[in-house]
RNA sequence: GGUCCCUUCGUCUAUCGGUUAGGACACAUGGUUUUCAUCCAUGAAAGAGGGGUUCGAUUCCCCUAGGGACCGCCA
């Protein structure tokens, strides 16, 4: 059997978003569980609207989130060449031909549809009209010849099985006026000329499947499957698009969310095994299979990422975890000092308890990353009289004792809670301020044994 | 407007003719606790509607309704 090769195409007129990222994951794993391979395309041959910026902000964003591919990125643009000998094959063979109308023309037609509200379809006026009358002023533009008979069944791996009468295609152009190829001619061809056996893609692409289709055919290539995977919807329900904001992986990583954990969330965005909520990657290639993708469109739920994101903080190595960490603080916060590095790492059995994202974890650890502490003038007037007066006593209490750990704390805390007639919060709440500059963050005992007696004297003794 | 697709708790989904319709997130309540954004327990919550087929339909078929995608010399 032929190796399964897959791709995933995105143009860069944009930047990537959490669908397109799915659907490349949904091809890369297919691949990955078919011991296949896994392409990228750039597909980049509307020149006006292609950016740099925004192929790089695709490599970037499949990088992050672990997709690789084979070789470099394939850019389409490079390969005009080939799709426009295509085209120029196809009419010789009288599969394709000129049409010359104008744009004028057509528009007109276009407006005449829509007024009538009868469906706008090309009238084929050039398919079978001479050369002969061709007006000399106009640059044609070349038509593939689509079937006008019968119908035309797509055995779609997750739709089943589509049918659609052939007359309702169109004679689509392949070749502009200016002599450049079309979306469906260029995808044709590379994915011809890539090897590629299965499509997956999403289902906005599915009428273009029939155009593709009668490419394949009319030059007697192999055709490939296809999988057309529902879109990923909005909470309002509408297609995700590159307008919503909060969509690509940049917004996610910069809030704190890990790539395994986003991938995780993807992947049983539309797709399922049993009850099965968490994979792992090993998990994710062996299990994924395109019997598992739903029909119908799915919502983003940013609860759900939170919550995914929450259990990967909470079970991948503390090891893992802390890279991440220095990752998201060197790229969004202030970068861990290398010194502090090993005490953060340490600390992290505590400073993730309470964390749904990397920011949370790098929120807690800012008390041991900077050690001058900021009290802002909520907290500060928490400090009173009473307050100062506790933190005096602690000091003084904690200078008599030579091991500094929980057992000895405790009694110490629970002693000065009785003799000032408080409760805990009127010990802990100050020394948490004090030590912190946060009425929030973890338990007081790990806040105090993480810095160690010399650093909570010094915090301690500079609140006045 | 035309073509095509979809429809199980608020959300992601399980079920491949027979289940008290299951799980997860979110939500609510209770409990633990040393701040709480942890943890534990409990609860509420779904087959769009109408016809068939069948001993039996969430599951198969049809209709209706709702939603979506596409309808470019964009990709």
């Known amino acids: 059997m032929k190796t399964v090769a897959t791709r995933f195409a995105p143009s860069p007129t944009g930047p990537l978003h959490i669908g397109g990222v799915r659907t490349a994951l949904f091809n890369w ?21 292609s950016k740099d910026e925004f192929k790089n902000q695709i490599i970037n964003s499949l990088k992050w989130i672990g997709i690789n591919y084979e070789d470099s990125e394939y850019i389409q643009s490079d390969k005009i060449d080939d799709h426009i000998n295509v ?72 739709q ?41 893609r999403g ?26 995977i529902p879109l990923i919807h909005t909470i309002e329900g509408k297609k995700l698009s590159k307008r919503d904001n909060a969509s690509t992986l940049d917004d996610y990583s910069k809030i704190g969310i890990m790539p395994n954990a986003l991938r995780n969330y993807l992947l049983r965005l539309g797709w399922s095994y049993k009850d099965k909520e968490i994979f792992d990657l090993d998990e994710s290639i062996k299990y994924f299979n395109l019997e598992g993708i739903g029909k119908s469109p799915s919502k983003l739920d940013i609860s759900r990422i ?22 998201y603080s060197k790229n969004f916060k202030d970068k861990i ?6 005490k953060i790492k340490k600390s992290l059995t505590f400073l993730k308890n309470k964390a749904k994202t990397l920011e949370d974890i790098y929120n807690n650890s800012k008390f041991l990353i900077n050690d001058n502490i900021e ?66 963050g973890p338990g007081i005992y790990d806040i105090l044994y993480s810095l160690g007696k010399e650093q909570v004297v010094k915090r301690l003794s500079q609140i006045r």
């Open 203 to 228: 289902d906005d692409h599915k009428i273009n499947t029939f155009k593709q289709i009668q490419i394949y055919e009319a030059m007697n290539w192999e055709v490939p499957f296809f999988a057309h």
């Open 29 to 49: 794993l297919y691949s990955k569980n078919k011991s296949g391979k896994f392409y990228l395309r750039i597909e980049d041959t509307d020149k006006e609207r």
């Open 306 to 327: 939170y919550s995914i994101n929450e259990y990967y903080i909470k079970n991948i190595s503390e090891n893992e975890l802390f890279n991440f960490l220095k990752d």
């Open 87 to 158: 085209a120029n094959e196809l009419l010789k063979k009288g599969l394709a031909y000129k049409c010359y109308c104008s744009s004028d023309e057509i528009e007109e037609q276009k407006k005449r549809a829509k007024q009538k509200k009868i469906p706008y379809i090309y009238n084929r006026k050039w398919r079978d009209r001479s050369e002969n009358d061709a007006p000399k002023e106009i640059d044609p533009v070349i038509r593939f010849k689509s079937k006008v008979e019968d119908k035309s069944i797509l055995k779609d791996l997750v």
């Open 375 to 440: 009290i802002d003038q909520e907290d500060q007037k928490l400090l009173d009289k009473n307050a100062n007066e506790i933190i005096k006593l602690f000091i003084n209490k904690i200078s008599e004792i030579s091991e500094f750990n929980r057992d000895t704390l405790e009694p110490i805390i629970n002693k000065l809670i009785k003799e000032n007639n408080t409760n805990f919060k009127g010990v802990g709440q100050p020394l948490r301020i004090c030590l912190t500059g946060s009425k929030f």
């Open 160 to 200: 089943g099985n589509i049918e659609i009468e052939n007359n309702t295609i169109e004679d689509f152009v392949i070749l502009r006026a200016d002599g450049s190829p079309t979306y469906n001619l260029s995808a044709s061809v590379d994915d011809h000329l890539m090897g590629m056996t299965h499509i997956i």
């Open 337 to 342: 000092p290398e010194f502090k590095e090993e």
